[in-house]
């Protein structure tokens, strides 16, 4: 064998500062790409609490106007908002001309249905996957005070139970 052929042999591999550098390197790199992961899932799940919480919201309001124009009936004494949230997303029985004694004689036509929310979005923040869409929101009444939110016979307003603090230092609870 040369000294050439010897040469050769010897240069493969790394050397262990070599490797030393690029554990360092990969080190770094993660160090660095794991709090951007964390902030960009929690901007994730914060936008989609804001559609949730839009979207119930306006459920909320189009079953409250849905009441005050007539389209559905309303005991005496209550605010016209749902008793609860499962309320929107289950056909709803409109009041029809023959209900209000206005339709001609003999229609027996069967009552319209109407639906405000195909399914009731879930707090993106409640820990338990396995619980109902429903429960994983605080409800308020219509007649508590917005300082001091209570759930009653309606659902005036919907909030996170969450009590972690979001990006822009709120409380999701007060979104």
């Known amino acids: 064998m040369s000294l050439r052929n010897t040469r050769v042999l010897g240069m493969r591999g790394f050397t262990l500062i ?3 550098v690029t554990l360092a390197l990969v080190g770094l790199l993660a160090s660095v790409s794991v709090p951007l992961y964390e902030v960009t899932v929690t901007r994730s799940k914060e936008a989609e609490l804001r559609d949730a919480l839009r979207t119930i919201r306006a459920g909320l309001d189009a079953y409250k106007a849905a009441v ?8 005496a004494g209550e605010s016209g908002f749902p008793p609860t949230l499962e309320t929107l997303a289950q056909p709803q029985d409109t009041v029809n001309k023959r209900d209000l004694g206005t339709a001609p004689a003999g229609d027996k036509a069967a009552p319209e249905r109407i639906v405000f929310l195909r399914r009731v979005p879930r707090d993106p923040f409640y820990p338990d996957q396995l619980t109902p869409a429903e429960q994983t929101w605080n409800t308020r009444a219509y007649a508590t005070l917005s300082d001091d939110p209570q759930p009653g016979a309606d659902v005036f307003d919907v909030s996170s ?9 709120t409380k999701y609870s007060n979104w």
Not at 68 to 75: E, F, H, I, S, V
Not at 161 to 169: I, P, V
């Open 161 to 169: 139970k969450s009590d972690r603090t979001a990006l822009d230092g």
């Open 68 to 75: 005050d124009t007539g389209l559905l009936p309303r005991a």
């Open 18 to 20: 070599e490797l030393l």
